[in-house]
């Protein structure tokens, strides 16, 4: 086992160190390609949720005017700048959020408010994205209905991953399964776009989808089995919404393209944001979690402290990936986010003690390799497309 996880952290860095190589080239980066959020990541979802990115990673900026690339430092310094603070920002705040929901205070209860935990990670992704659009100039003449749209569903999908850490599911399960995003987008253009997908693609996601379903077994549970389940059912319905939110960030392209509108990274993390907030801040006073969440933190100041920590790393993460794919290609970004994933889950089984046996840690691999493969198909298409534009 130890030789196992020798081997695929020195892939994942092998896989960093090739994609940026071959990226860092040109000063002049391609578009950024919309992707679904994240904080994670993929933003952060990443990931402007953001990235999506952790589990979740920050929301994932869309149709945006990228600045002008930094002049002035050397492509590696510039590399390690961006890397570096997204690596930096999002493992901390993956470990962060496990930490919030594995809370348990004195009597036993632990922290269940999912809703109120999105309102202050908005917020504080709302402060930067205004700081920045002040300072960058805001933007006119933007089509907000959408960008709420996507910002509520956005934010619904962020909180249902919360709600399945706060129901028992494990960390480094929930990840991987929100690396096999790729399944509802794939079903929903099959079913109603009439898309076609490669062997490959298909033998991806499976990969993915199997070793997360293997690692769930390989783990030695604790908890009652209604949590984990509800936990599944909360992880299938985030993954559900980030094809939603995929949707709906295309509809706003469209319509920005349409009054001739292009958003700058601020704008757009400013604006979805807010709409995130505000969503989340109805949501919360109506089930009653500002009380409770409140009332929670106040007798147990340590959590607290984790949370605030938990918003800021989200939004000097989203700081660091605006940086990033102002300076380089977005594949440099996707390989970024994408290997982050992988070493969030394997600090939170060394780090947080998960025990895996043979068999979970069989389902790792399984899953790790469907997420680079998915990754080097990005890689290999990248290429012959640059090879392409030269040519011509």
Known sequence: MLLLRRALILFVLATISSVAHGSSGSNNPAPFQPKSATADSKLPAAAATVASPPVQAAPAPTNVDMPEATVGLPEPIKLLIGAGGIYAAFLYYGSLQEDVFRYAAEDGSTFKEAWLLQVLEALANVVIGFAGMIIT??????????????GASQVTAKACTSLA???GLSFPVATLAKSGKMAPVMAGSLLLGGASYTLREYLQVAAIIGGTAIVSMGKKKGGSSSSSTMGVVYIIASLLLDGVTAGFQKRLKTETAKVGVKPKPYDFMFWTNLFMCLTAAVIAVGLGEVQTGMAFCTNNPEILSKIIKFAVCSAVGQSFIFYTIANFDPLVLSTVTTTRKIFSVLLSI???????????????????GGILSELQLKSSGSSKKKKGEHKQ
């Open 137 to 150: 100039g805001p933007t006119k003449g933007i089509p907000l209905t959408f960008f709420g749209i996507s």
């Open 165 to 167: 850490l706060a129901n």
């Open 350 to 368: 060394f780090l947080k003690g998960h025990s895996l046996n043979p068999t979970g840690w069989s389902g790792i691999a399984l899953a790790c």
